[in-house]
């Protein structure tokens, strides 16, 4: 039988293009948590926070063997959890808003953002995602990452087959669009029948303030995280994903489509 999921979010404020102030405040951040948990979640580009220069995009994108992931593998396996986020990476000659999910026995797993958001520069700056969502066995449970505006797009995030039971969203979603950032993180959560994480981070930039937007609803679109300062904690429950799917066998009625 498979245990509790322990999950912690980690709202930093993201020091704008400074990867070794934000590595060291999420080594803080780690040092000072009063739990044990069994996956970190961090906002959407984490060490870099959204850099809209083209040069200074190429400075800062880092490749796979790069500081940030090392540093990120050596967390995850002094604290025994696994660290998810996104942050600019470089492969080959093009630039990717990349998730993570790094194990504390050293797997890690990757997804680009495929909807990249026009409304902003990053549509021209970043490459999109051209694989489908990953399904990441972790701990007994079935995990899967999208980043961001993904959200925006249930098709692109439907639980095809129940094949996660939760979903990681690391974000920088403003406040201005708050309502809808919290709203959609419950009708995803509800219509997959799956824990639904979502990473912001806190502070502000010149797209606005993010403060209070790090959420964690069940599988029936409650709301189960308990926020502590910049962290938020919550515990997926094996029996609340079972129970409702036995009761309410939503996927007996789906659709069938593939996008890749």
Not at 52 to 60: F, G, T, V, W, Y
Not at 135 to 142: K, P, Q, S, V
Not at 157 to 165: H, I, K, L, Q
């Amino acid at each position: 039988m498979r245990q509790e999921l322990k999950i912690a979010i980690i709202s930093t404020d993201i020091v704008p293009e400074n990867p070794e102030a934000n590595l060291s405040a999420l080594e803080s951040a780690l040092a000072g948590m009063d739990r044990k948990v069994d996956v970190v979640v961090l906002p959407e580009l984490f060490s870099t926070g959204f850099v809209s220069d083209p040069q200074r995009i190429e400075a800062l994108a880092e490749p796979l063997s790069g500081n940030t992931l090392k540093r990120l593998h050596s967390l995850a396996s002094k604290y025994s959890c696994a660290i998810s986020g996104s942050f600019l990476c470089k492969i080959a000659n093009m630039v990717v808003n990349r998730a993570f999910f790094v194990e504390p026995g050293g797997d890690e797993t990757f997804y680009d953002k495929r909807h990249l958001f026009s409304l902003s520069p990053e549509k021209n700056l970043l490459k999109s995602g051209v694989q489908a969502c990953p399904i990441i066995r972790f701990r007994g449970w079935n995990l899967s990452m999208i980043v961001c505006y993904d959200l925006r797009f249930p098709a692109w995030c439907r639980n095809v087959g129940n094949a996660y039971d939760v979903l990681l969203v690391p974000a920088n979603w403003p406040q201005v669009r708050g309502y809808a950032w919290k709203h959609l993180l419950i009708a995803r959560a509800i219509e997959n029948q799956a824990y639904v994480v979502g990473a912001n981070r806190s502070g502000n930039d010149n797209y606005g303030c993010y403060d209070g937007l790090s959420f964690v609803f069940g599988p029936t679109g409650e709301n189960v995280g308990e926020n502590i300062g910049n962290i938020t904690y919550a515990t997926a429950i094996p029996k609340s994903v079972e129970d409702i799917r036995r009761r309410l066998p939503v996927i007996n009625d789906a659709d069938s489509y593939t996008f890749i």
